[in-house]
């Protein structure tokens, strides 16, 4: 079994107020030498058997409609390998 996994960003022109309010609260809470933060999204989809070529075309086709604006959002198609649980 492995993992695909598709991270999001907002695209760099974009504006991203979320991550600017994370920006602000960090040295009120104590945390300083941060100079920007852009909050995005994961996904992680476990998938049965190997991760082939079909599969990362299948999952891109999945990001590129479903899990990501294309026209705000840039995202990356990774794999990780999924640690099995001792039984």
Do not use: H
Request: aromatic fraction near 4%.
């Amino acid at each position: 079994m492995a993992r695909v996994v598709v991270a999001v960003m907002p695209k760099p022109e974009i504006l991203d107020p979320q991550g600017k309010a994370v920006l602000g609260a960090l040295p009120r809470l104590g945390f300083g030498g941060v100079t920007d933060v852009r909050q995005g999204k994961r996904f992680e989809l476990e998938v049965e058997g190997d991760v082939t070529p079909d599969v990362l075309a299948e999952v891109e086709k999945m990001a590129e409609t479903l899990l990501s604006n294309p026209v705000i959002e840039n995202y990356v198609v990774s794999v990780e390998q999924v640690e099995q649980a001792d039984q």
